[in-house]
């Protein structure tokens, strides 16, 4: 069965620093992977995808994430994260067995300190 | 930009109840989704919908039904509203091109009594 892991449930960093959110998957075949973000009281808001190509990927926000075939990962990174990056955050997989419905994993709230 | 819009922000209902969550999305997408949101478990796929009319169980349906009767609007029903249904529900549409992403509304937040 496909499925995500997000190894950490919470990441520290101070602002200015490079942040690292980290994600793996299990998937039969090509995976399509996405990340999400959500603030308080909100839903959840799109911020990159991976299909194919280049395995670094930009996306919204200043965001980007590196697709590594051999390691099953596709950590969400940021170069100088900011206190308003402060959220929760969500990696998934788009699982083409089950009707392409995306299996997310259990999220990562990210801290951003001044 | 895509706007999915969930009814209720907060509702709070008694152990038996019928609910109603409603979702209406404004971009004519073909697919769209209920997913409830708890702590430490990520987001957990209700039931989903590819067409009006037509409807697919998720992994956890149990005590969960759908209705979409519309291309615009996905109904969520609790039939007896149980408190292990506490929890936040997101309601979610994609278009049905390719990888095309997943746009979420803001939530409702049903707490059962």
């Known amino acids: 069965a496909q499925s995500v892991a997000q190894p950490e449930d919470q990441v520290n960093v101070a602002e200015g620093n490079p942040l690292t959110v980290k994600c793996t998957y299990s998937v039969s075949g090509n995976p399509y992977l996405f990340w999400y973000v959500q603030y308080p009281n909100r839903g959840l808001q799109f911020l990159l995808k991976?299909?194919?190509?280049?395995?670094l990927v930009k996306g919204s926000y200043g965001f980007e994430a590196e697709f590594n075939k051999s390691q099953t990962s596709f950590h969400l990174k940021k170069p100088s994260a900011l206190v308003s990056d402060s959220a929760l955050y969500f990696c998934a997989v788009r699982d083409y067995n089950q009707g392409g419905k995306l299996i997310f994993g259990q999220g990562t709230e990210l801290s951003v300190k001044p | 930009d895509v706007k999915v819009t969930q009814s209720s922000r907060y509702l709070v209902k008694r152990t038996g109840e019928k609910v109603f969550l409603e979702c209406v999305q404004d971009m004519d997408h073909e697919n769209m989704f209920w997913y409830r949101q708890d702590p430490g478990l990520g987001l957990r796929l209700i039931y989903f919908s590819y067409d009006v009319k037509m409807k697919e169980k998720g992994d956890i349906p149990e005590g969960y039904s759908v209705s979409r009767e519309k291309k615009e609007r996905f109904s969520l029903i609790l039939e007896s509203a149980s408190t292990n249904q506490t929890s936040m529900y997101l309601c979610a549409s994609s278009s049905g091109q390719g990888n095309s992403p997943l746009h979420f509304g803001n939530g409702t937040r049903l707490t059962v009594t």
């Open positions: 991976y299909i194919t190509g280049d395995n």
